[in-house]
Protein backbone atom coordinates (compact mmCIF):
# COMPACT_ATOMS: atom_id res chain seq x y z
CA UNK A 1 0.00 0.00 0.00
CA UNK A 2 1.53 3.23 -0.99
CA UNK A 3 1.96 5.98 2.02
CA UNK A 4 -1.63 8.20 1.98
CA UNK A 5 -1.62 11.55 1.09
CA UNK A 6 -1.39 14.34 3.36
CA UNK A 7 -4.70 14.78 3.16
CA UNK A 8 -5.83 11.25 3.05
CA UNK A 9 -4.17 10.88 6.56
CA UNK A 10 -6.19 14.54 7.82
CA UNK A 11 -9.28 13.02 6.21
CA UNK A 12 -8.45 9.80 8.28
CA UNK A 13 -7.70 11.56 11.81
CA UNK A 14 -10.45 13.94 11.20
CA UNK A 15 -12.71 10.78 11.26
CA UNK A 16 -10.27 9.37 14.74
CA UNK A 17 -10.20 12.64 15.83
CA UNK A 18 -14.16 13.58 16.07
CA UNK A 19 -15.02 10.25 15.98
CA UNK A 20 -14.09 9.57 19.26
CA UNK A 21 -11.10 11.56 20.79
CA UNK A 22 -12.39 14.65 20.99
CA UNK A 23 -16.35 15.54 22.04
CA UNK A 24 -17.08 18.75 19.43
CA UNK A 25 -20.83 18.92 20.37
CA UNK A 26 -19.17 20.94 23.84
CA UNK A 27 -16.28 23.15 22.37
CA UNK A 28 -18.96 26.44 21.93
CA UNK A 29 -21.14 25.75 24.99
CA UNK A 30 -19.41 23.97 27.82
CA UNK A 31 -15.63 24.31 27.66
CA UNK A 32 -14.94 28.12 28.13
CA UNK A 33 -15.30 31.28 27.57
CA UNK A 34 -13.40 30.97 24.43
CA UNK A 35 -16.19 28.84 22.71
CA UNK A 36 -18.65 31.32 23.86
CA UNK A 37 -17.20 34.08 22.49
CA UNK A 38 -16.79 32.32 19.15
CA UNK A 39 -20.40 31.44 18.90
CA UNK A 40 -22.29 34.45 20.20
CA UNK A 41 -19.87 36.28 17.33
CA UNK A 42 -20.32 34.19 14.79
CA UNK A 43 -24.30 34.15 15.37
CA UNK A 44 -24.10 37.65 15.06
CA UNK A 45 -22.28 38.13 12.31
CA UNK A 46 -24.40 35.59 10.53
CA UNK A 47 -27.64 36.90 11.59
CA UNK A 48 -27.19 40.62 10.98
CA UNK A 49 -26.91 39.53 7.36
CA UNK A 50 -29.20 37.18 6.61
CA UNK A 51 -33.65 37.58 6.67
CA UNK A 52 -35.74 36.02 8.69
CA UNK A 53 -36.54 32.36 7.40
CA UNK A 54 -33.87 31.95 5.35
CA UNK A 55 -32.33 28.83 3.76
CA UNK A 56 -29.29 28.07 5.46
CA UNK A 57 -26.24 25.46 3.91
CA UNK A 58 -23.86 24.29 7.39
CA UNK A 59 -21.02 22.36 5.87
CA UNK A 60 -18.96 20.97 8.54
CA UNK A 61 -21.77 21.61 11.09
CA UNK A 62 -20.50 19.03 13.32
CA UNK A 63 -23.06 18.45 16.24
CA UNK A 64 -25.26 20.80 15.07
CA UNK A 65 -24.79 23.90 17.39
CA UNK A 66 -24.71 26.90 15.28
CA UNK A 67 -27.72 25.01 13.06
CA UNK A 68 -29.89 24.41 16.42
CA UNK A 69 -29.29 28.10 17.02
CA UNK A 70 -30.17 29.07 13.58
CA UNK A 71 -33.02 26.48 13.27
CA UNK A 72 -34.52 28.25 16.62
CA UNK A 73 -34.49 31.54 14.85
CA UNK A 74 -36.77 30.19 12.19
CA UNK A 75 -34.16 29.43 9.40
CA UNK A 76 -34.40 26.52 7.66
CA UNK A 77 -30.87 24.38 7.67
CA UNK A 78 -29.65 21.62 6.01
CA UNK A 79 -26.52 20.40 8.00
CA UNK A 80 -23.50 18.51 6.15
CA UNK A 81 -20.74 16.96 8.00
CA UNK A 82 -18.37 13.61 7.12
CA UNK A 83 -18.44 12.34 10.47
CA UNK A 84 -20.70 10.13 11.64
CA UNK A 85 -20.97 10.56 14.81
CA UNK A 86 -21.78 13.91 14.42
CA UNK A 87 -24.23 13.08 11.39
CA UNK A 88 -26.24 10.96 14.41
CA UNK A 89 -25.96 13.63 17.19
CA UNK A 90 -27.33 16.56 15.19
CA UNK A 91 -30.03 14.36 13.62
CA UNK A 92 -31.35 13.52 17.23
CA UNK A 93 -31.89 17.42 17.71
CA UNK A 94 -34.61 16.99 15.39
CA UNK A 95 -35.30 20.84 14.42
CA UNK A 96 -33.36 21.32 11.60
CA UNK A 97 -32.28 18.56 8.16
CA UNK A 98 -28.64 16.72 8.20
CA UNK A 99 -26.97 14.89 5.80
CA UNK A 100 -23.65 12.89 5.19
CA UNK A 101 -21.07 14.65 2.68
CA UNK A 102 -18.01 16.55 2.04
CA UNK A 103 -17.31 20.45 1.48
CA UNK A 104 -15.38 19.43 -1.77
CA UNK A 105 -18.23 17.86 -3.40
CA UNK A 106 -21.48 18.75 -1.74
CA UNK A 107 -24.95 16.76 -2.00
CA UNK A 108 -27.06 19.76 -2.95
CA UNK A 109 -28.50 21.54 -5.93
CA UNK A 110 -27.23 24.82 -7.31
CA UNK A 111 -28.37 28.18 -5.74
CA UNK A 112 -30.62 26.33 -3.47
CA UNK A 113 -29.62 28.11 0.10
CA UNK A 114 -29.62 32.27 0.96
CA UNK A 115 -26.11 31.62 3.32
CA UNK A 116 -23.80 29.36 3.62
CA UNK A 117 -21.25 28.75 6.81
CA UNK A 118 -17.86 26.89 6.21
CA UNK A 119 -17.32 27.08 9.74
CA UNK A 120 -14.88 24.05 9.68
CA UNK A 121 -13.73 22.50 6.30
CA UNK A 122 -11.07 25.04 5.46
CA UNK A 123 -8.64 24.54 8.24
CA UNK A 124 -8.72 20.65 7.54
CA UNK A 125 -7.76 20.88 4.01
CA UNK A 126 -3.90 21.03 3.11
CA UNK A 127 -4.22 22.24 -0.01
CA UNK A 128 -4.98 25.47 -1.36
CA UNK A 129 -7.00 23.81 -4.17
CA UNK A 130 -8.64 21.91 -2.00
CA UNK A 131 -10.06 24.76 0.10
CA UNK A 132 -11.04 26.76 -3.64
CA UNK A 133 -13.28 23.75 -4.14
CA UNK A 134 -14.43 23.95 -0.85
CA UNK A 135 -14.85 27.84 -1.11
CA UNK A 136 -16.70 27.12 -4.61
CA UNK A 137 -18.99 24.71 -3.63
CA UNK A 138 -20.46 27.21 -0.99
CA UNK A 139 -20.69 29.72 -3.37
CA UNK A 140 -22.34 27.46 -5.65
CA UNK A 141 -24.88 26.08 -3.45
CA UNK A 142 -26.10 30.06 -2.81
CA UNK A 143 -28.35 32.43 -4.80
CA UNK A 144 -26.48 35.13 -6.09
CA UNK A 145 -26.18 37.84 -3.83
CA UNK A 146 -26.45 35.75 -0.94
CA UNK A 147 -23.96 35.44 1.76
CA UNK A 148 -20.76 32.65 2.69
CA UNK A 149 -19.12 32.59 6.01
CA UNK A 150 -15.72 30.51 6.38
CA UNK A 151 -13.55 30.24 9.10
CA UNK A 152 -9.84 30.13 9.51
CA UNK A 153 -7.53 28.95 12.58
CA UNK A 154 -5.24 31.70 13.15
CA UNK A 155 -1.68 30.82 12.59
CA UNK A 156 -0.26 33.54 14.99
CA UNK A 157 -2.85 32.19 17.90
CA UNK A 158 -2.39 28.64 17.09
CA UNK A 159 1.65 28.80 17.00
CA UNK A 160 1.18 31.11 19.72
CA UNK A 161 -0.50 27.90 21.73
CA UNK A 162 1.19 25.13 20.34
CA UNK A 163 5.03 26.75 21.04
CA UNK A 164 4.92 28.64 24.04
CA UNK A 165 1.75 28.72 26.25
CA UNK A 166 0.84 25.11 26.24
CA UNK A 167 4.15 24.14 27.28
CA UNK A 168 4.33 27.09 29.56
CA UNK A 169 0.96 25.38 31.09
CA UNK A 170 2.34 21.73 31.20
CA UNK A 171 6.11 23.61 32.86
CA UNK A 172 3.86 24.89 35.89
CA UNK A 173 2.26 22.20 36.32
CA UNK A 174 4.73 19.97 36.15
CA UNK A 175 8.42 21.76 36.24
CA UNK A 176 9.67 19.76 33.48
CA UNK A 177 10.68 21.15 29.71
CA UNK A 178 8.33 19.40 27.04
CA UNK A 179 10.10 18.32 23.64
CA UNK A 180 7.93 21.44 22.21
CA UNK A 181 9.56 23.97 23.35
CA UNK A 182 11.45 26.30 22.53
CA UNK A 183 10.35 26.59 18.90
CA UNK A 184 10.86 22.98 17.19
CA UNK A 185 11.39 21.67 13.77
CA UNK A 186 8.36 20.24 13.51
CA UNK A 187 6.24 23.59 13.01
CA UNK A 188 8.76 24.76 10.76
CA UNK A 189 5.79 24.47 7.81
CA UNK A 190 3.24 25.77 9.46
CA UNK A 191 5.70 28.70 10.22
CA UNK A 192 6.65 29.06 6.79
CA UNK A 193 3.35 28.46 4.69
CA UNK A 194 0.48 27.75 7.40
CA UNK A 195 0.71 23.68 6.74
CA UNK A 196 -0.29 21.94 10.12
CA UNK A 197 2.14 19.43 11.95
CA UNK A 198 0.65 16.39 10.14
CA UNK A 199 1.47 13.72 13.15
CA UNK A 200 -0.33 10.39 14.30
CA UNK A 201 -2.01 12.30 17.14
CA UNK A 202 -3.76 15.34 18.19
CA UNK A 203 -5.76 18.11 16.29
CA UNK A 204 -5.84 17.50 12.53
CA UNK A 205 -5.37 20.96 11.31
CA UNK A 206 -4.28 20.95 7.89
CA UNK A 207 -4.13 24.51 7.48
CA UNK A 208 -3.47 27.88 9.57
CA UNK A 209 -4.63 31.29 8.07
CA UNK A 210 -3.10 34.50 7.82
CA UNK A 211 -6.23 36.90 7.71
CA UNK A 212 -4.40 38.33 4.85
CA UNK A 213 -4.72 34.80 3.05
CA UNK A 214 -8.15 33.47 3.92
CA UNK A 215 -9.31 37.04 2.60
CA UNK A 216 -7.54 36.34 -0.53
CA UNK A 217 -9.04 32.78 -0.90
CA UNK A 218 -12.64 34.14 -0.39
CA UNK A 219 -12.05 36.87 -3.30
CA UNK A 220 -10.24 34.12 -5.50
CA UNK A 221 -13.13 31.95 -5.36
CA UNK A 222 -15.18 35.05 -6.85
CA UNK A 223 -16.99 36.35 -3.05
CA UNK A 224 -17.63 40.04 -3.11
CA UNK A 225 -18.06 43.08 -0.43
CA UNK A 226 -14.76 40.31 1.68
CA UNK A 227 -14.24 41.07 5.07
CA UNK A 228 -12.14 39.15 7.67
CA UNK A 229 -12.58 39.76 11.31
CA UNK A 230 -10.95 38.04 14.39
CA UNK A 231 -13.81 36.49 16.22
CA UNK A 232 -12.48 35.91 20.23
CA UNK A 233 -9.95 38.44 20.48
CA UNK A 234 -6.48 38.68 22.10
CA UNK A 235 -7.89 37.17 25.55
CA UNK A 236 -9.72 34.08 24.50
CA UNK A 237 -6.80 31.87 24.88
CA UNK A 238 -6.56 32.50 28.47
CA UNK A 239 -10.36 31.96 29.17
CA UNK A 240 -9.35 28.87 27.88
CA UNK A 241 -6.61 27.75 29.52
CA UNK A 242 -8.41 28.42 33.31
CA UNK A 243 -11.97 27.04 31.63
CA UNK A 244 -13.79 30.48 32.64
CA UNK A 245 -16.91 31.36 32.12
CA UNK A 246 -16.18 34.00 34.54
CA UNK A 247 -18.82 37.17 33.54
CA UNK A 248 -16.46 39.90 34.50
CA UNK A 249 -13.62 38.35 32.57
CA UNK A 250 -15.61 36.77 29.23
CA UNK A 251 -16.88 40.85 29.21
CA UNK A 252 -13.65 41.83 29.55
CA UNK A 253 -12.49 39.86 26.76
CA UNK A 254 -15.30 40.85 24.60
CA UNK A 255 -14.67 44.37 24.55
CA UNK A 256 -11.09 43.39 23.51
CA UNK A 257 -12.50 41.32 20.76
CA UNK A 258 -14.46 44.08 19.61
CA UNK A 259 -11.63 46.79 20.03
CA UNK A 260 -9.16 44.88 17.46
CA UNK A 261 -11.46 42.39 15.69
CA UNK A 262 -10.74 44.14 12.07
CA UNK A 263 -7.56 46.15 12.42
CA UNK A 264 -5.00 44.46 9.84
CA UNK A 265 -2.33 42.20 12.07
CA UNK A 266 -4.00 42.60 15.21
CA UNK A 267 -6.91 40.12 14.51
CA UNK A 268 -4.76 37.54 13.64
CA UNK A 269 -4.35 37.27 17.68
CA UNK A 270 -7.94 35.78 17.84
CA UNK A 271 -8.29 32.00 17.76
CA UNK A 272 -10.40 32.35 14.97
CA UNK A 273 -11.01 34.06 12.12
CA UNK A 274 -14.10 34.55 10.06
CA UNK A 275 -14.27 35.42 6.50
CA UNK A 276 -17.41 36.55 4.46
CA UNK A 277 -18.68 38.06 1.54
CA UNK A 278 -21.75 37.96 -0.75
CA UNK A 279 -21.62 35.79 -3.57
CA UNK A 280 -21.75 37.20 -7.18
CA UNK A 281 -25.25 38.62 -8.72
CA UNK A 282 -26.34 36.41 -11.47
C1 LIG B 1 -13.82 22.33 14.72
S1 LIG B 1 -15.21 21.59 13.95
C2 LIG B 1 -16.27 23.03 13.73
C3 LIG B 1 -17.70 22.68 13.89
C4 LIG B 1 -18.69 23.83 13.73
N1 LIG B 1 -18.90 24.20 12.34
C5 LIG B 1 -18.31 25.05 14.52
O1 LIG B 1 -18.16 26.11 13.94
O2 LIG B 1 -18.15 24.94 15.73
C6 LIG B 1 -14.72 21.20 12.27
C7 LIG B 1 -15.78 20.40 11.51
O3 LIG B 1 -15.38 20.27 10.13
C8 LIG B 1 -15.74 18.98 9.71
N2 LIG B 1 -14.94 18.63 8.52
C9 LIG B 1 -13.66 18.23 8.47
N3 LIG B 1 -13.29 18.00 7.20
C10 LIG B 1 -14.38 18.26 6.43
C11 LIG B 1 -14.64 18.21 5.03
N4 LIG B 1 -13.70 17.82 4.16
N5 LIG B 1 -15.87 18.54 4.60
C12 LIG B 1 -16.83 18.93 5.48
N6 LIG B 1 -16.64 19.00 6.80
C13 LIG B 1 -15.42 18.67 7.28
C14 LIG B 1 -15.48 18.11 10.91
O4 LIG B 1 -16.14 16.87 10.84
C15 LIG B 1 -15.99 19.00 12.04
O5 LIG B 1 -17.34 18.79 12.25
Given at each position: MPDPSPQQHVDGRVQAYYGGEFDESDRLVGRSGQGVLEFERTQQLVTARVSPGSRILDIG???????????????????????????????????????????????????????????????HLVERDDRQRAWREAIRAVRPGGWVFGAGVSRLSALAWVTVIEPSIARAATGRRT?????????????????????????????????????????????????????????????????SHD????????????????????????????????????
Open positions: GAAGVHAAALAGRGHRVLLIDPVPRHVATARAIGTFAVARGDARALPVADHDFDAALLLGPLYPRSPMPERWRRMVEDGTGELGPSGFPGGHFHLSDDLEQEAVEAGLTEVQVLGLEGPGAQALDISRPELLDAARRLAAAYESQPGLRDLSPHLLAFGRTPAG
